[in-house]
T-cell receptor, first 112, second 114 residues
Framework: DAGVTQSPTHLIKTRGQQVTLRCSPI?????VSWYQQVLGQGPQFIFQ???????GRGNFPDRFSARQFPNYSSELNVNALLLGDSALYLC???????????FGSGTQLSVL | EDQVTQSPEALRLQEGESSSLNCSYT??????LFWYRQDPGKGPEFLFT?????EEKEKERLKATLTKKESFLHITAPKPEDSATYLC????WGSGGGADGLTFGKGTHLIIQP
């Protein structure tokens, strides 16, 4: 069975640019969450979507946005990139209760 | 604000040398405490969920326990393949009764030497 897939795996952007990261959950999972992991830190919660609706939002600026599509895949958008946005962005899928999350391998974003 | 503190930050053990990792937490209302394992270049891999004080769960050489203030991950007779970063996370009940995202600690980087 396919796990959580994320694309692209690596991305290099310049300050001020915009980026879109993509995630496909495990088949049958209706919940997708996004986390940001800076080197040496634990993942930090950005968003959770369930059945195409935002269910939770972490302490991130409005430059961060996301959406979930009818097939339960999801996109994370970040506008006006800052150097501090450089991180590993992780997508996780689950059945909806957050009780057991399955993480993808992430997208490594570098902002120069 | 929910907080998770893990100790030690790094731990180096000999193969077969048992030890414990600590996770101290403060949360408004605990829905669950989670342990994940993360290998370099990969996303976290789920290990355990604990819900109430006194609960214990085991998987191979790992055993997780929970009190009202902390959780321990006990590693018995570890092998080199147990080398990884171990992450602890808590989930609190949201203000509307719904689930919020996980709050992670910084992790413990465990190295098992042959």
């Amino acid at each position: 069975d396919a796990g959580v897939t994320q694309s692209p795996t690596h991305l290099i952007k310049t300050r001020g640019q915009q980026v879109t990261l993509r995630c496909s959950p495990i088949s049958g999972h209706k919940s997708v969450s996004w986390y940001q992991q800076v080197l040496g830190q634990g993942p930090q919660f950005i968003f959770q979507y369930y059945e195409k609706e935002e269910r939770g939002r972490g302490n991130f600026p409005d430059r961060f946005s996301a959406r979930q599509f009818p097939n339960y895949s999801s996109e994370l958008n970040v506008n006006a990139l800052l150097l501090g946005d450089s991180a590993l962005y992780l997508c996780a899928s689950g059945t909806g209760g957050n009780e057991k999350l399955f993480f993808g391998s992430g997208t490594q974003l570098s902002v120069l | 604000e929910d907080q998770v503190t893990q100790s030690p930050e790094a731990l180096r053990l000999q193969e077969g040398e048992s030890s414990s990792l600590n996770c101290s937490y403060t949360v408004s209302g605990l829905r669950g405490l989670f342990w994940y394992r993360q290998d370099p270049g990969k996303g976290p891999e789920f290990l355990f969920t604990l819900y109430s004080a006194g609960e214990e769960k085991e998987k191979e050489r790992l055993k997780a326990t929970l009190t009202k203030k902390e959780s321990f991950l006990h590693i018995t007779a570890p092998k080199p393949e147990d080398s990884a970063t171990y992450l602890c996370a808590v989930q609190a009940w949201g203000s509307g009764g719904g689930a919020d995202g996980l709050t992670f600690g910084k992790g413990t980087h465990l190295i098992i030497q042959p």
